[in-house]
């Protein structure tokens, strides 16, 4: 039998309710094997789950409170600060919704770069106000292979004496 999260007890004795569906929303949310960050306008966490714990190995203790920074490798800090502002404070719509992924380098907790994508939603949030919710997974695996494609026809065409058709 997989190791399953736990069920919310309402919905094992047959009762359900709106405190229910949030029990079972939470549950989704913390359990989730992709990464789940939800951040602040002022770019603070607020929530991090397993899977982000999983991904870049900072507890959810570690980082609730702290600014995003610690995922974000020092090079990059001022251009995510910039699109990270132009949606969550000026109000832009985010190109990186429900169908198109960011793809970026990240930092885990002892310093390694892992590269991830990711999708954002602002949303409300009743304390808060606007949060940037992110789910995001490791891309490392398949960033790879693309390189190691790119890497092997620039070495077919070099061996074949061809160039890559012009692009306009």
């Known amino acids: 039998m997989p190791h399953c999260a736990p069920f919310p007890a309402a919905y094992r004795s047959g009762m359900t309710n709106d405190h ?3 029990a079972i929303y ?7 094997p992709e ?3 939800f951040a602040d306008r002022d770019g603070i966490i607020r929530f991090w789950n397993r899977g982000a714990t999983e991904l870049f190995g900072h507890t ?5 409170g702290q600014r995003m920074d610690m995922i974000i490798p020092e090079n990059l800090r001022a251009r995510h600060w910039e699109g990270y502002e132009r949606v969550m404070v000026q109000g832009e719509p985010s190109r990186y919704g429900r169908r198109d992924m960011l793809k970026v380098p990240a930092l885990r907790k ?8 990711f999708t954002l939603l602002p949303i409300e949030h009743p304390t808060y106000g606007p949060i940037a919710v992110a789910v995001i997974r490791d891309a490392s695996e398949a960033f790879t292979e693309l390189r190691d494609l790119r890497k092997r026809l620039a070495e077919a065409e070099a061996r074949a004496g061809t160039l890559p058709p ?3």
Request: charged fraction near 35%; hydrophobic fraction near 35%.
């Open 110 to 117: 002892d310093g390694t770069r892992v590269s991830v994508e």
């Open 35 to 37: 990464a789940v960050v």
């Open 166 to 168: 012009a692009t306009s």
């Open 26 to 32: 939470r549950t989704v949310l913390e359990e989730s």
């Open 20 to 22: 229910t569906d949030d």
């Open 60 to 64: 959810a203790e570690e980082t609730i």
